[in-house]
T-cell receptor, first 115, second 117 residues
Framework: TQLLEQSPQFLSIQEGENLTVYCNSSSVFSSLQWYRQEPGEGPVLLVTVVTGGEVKKLKRLTFQFGDARKDSSLHITAAQPGDTGLYLCAGVVRAGGTSYGKLTFGQGTILTVHP | GAVVSQHPSRVICKSGTSVKIECRSLDFQATTMFWYRQFPKKSLMLMATSNEGSKATYEQGVEKDKFLINHASLTLSTLTVTSAHPEDSSFYIC?????????????FGDGTRLSIL
């Protein structure tokens, strides 16, 4: 059972199109991060959302955290070939104990933007 | 910004060899570091949580004796793949989190491509 469901897993679009990637869970997250990863490299942090209902913008990227802190979305406007990569959502489950704040990752979305 | 250095970036070795991978936080102290494994076009899979000065916490299904983790200082954790075999070939990635609240984001190294012949 996947704790954090990310969709779609593959997305192939033309330059200029808009897209949205979703991450959903039945668990509450104390924080959620979005990363972008290119082949042969480590994930690079794009944003961290902490507050339910929070919206953050990073140029053409808009990130939302659900009111209940169980889901999040990444929306890209006017996608460009440079946006191509693996996008990963990851959250820290809101729980006590010795979880050390470990991240739970979604399955990832491979985005390809064609010129 | 926070920088995590992982070394080596690529290793090719014969079956039966033990391989050590280093993960360093360059400009911050990290009481906790994480080790992940990633298969092609797949997401990251947590292997273990490395805690400075104490034993690592392994995820279910990860062999402790196969993947030895040492976190001897606040800036260095090492993963040793012992007696590596072809099925251990993968992309291994470490991350480090600044000492403090668990909501601090993790910063990732650039990964190590391990190929066992």
């Amino acid at each position: 059972t996947q704790l954090l469901e990310q969709s779609p897993q593959f997305l192939s679009i033309q330059e200029g199109e808009n897209l949205t990637v979703y991450c959903n869970s039945s668990s509450v997250f104390s924080s959620l991060q979005w990363y972008r990863q290119e082949p042969g490299e480590g994930p690079v942090l794009l944003v961290t959302v902490v507050t339910g209902g929070e919206v953050k913008k990073l140029k053409r990227l808009t990130f939302q955290f659900g009111d209940a802190r169980k889901d999040s979305s990444l929306h890209i406007t006017a996608a460009q070939p440079g946006d191509t990569g693996l996008y990963l959502c990851a959250g820290v489950v809101r729980a006590g104990g010795t979880s050390y704040g470990k991240l739970t990752f979604g399955q990832g979305t491979i985005l390809t933007v064609h010129p | 910004g926070a920088v995590v250095s992982q070394h080596p970036s690529r290793v090719i070795c014969k079956s039966g060899t033990s391989v050590k991978i280093e993960c360093r936080s360059l400009d911050f102290q990290a009481t906790t570091m994480f080790w992940y494994r990633q298969f092609p076009k797949k997401s990251l899979m947590l292997m273990a949580t490395s805690n400075e000065g104490s034993k690592a916490t392994y995820e279910q299904g990860v062999e402790k004796d196969k993947f030895l983790i040492n976190h001897a200082s606040l800036t260095l954790s090492t993963l040793t793949v012992t007696s590596a075999h072809p099925e251990d070939s993968s992309f291994y990635i470490c991350s480090a989190r600044r000492a403090g609240h668990s909501n601090q984001p993790q910063h990732f190294g650039d990964g190590t491509r391990l190929s066992i012949l």
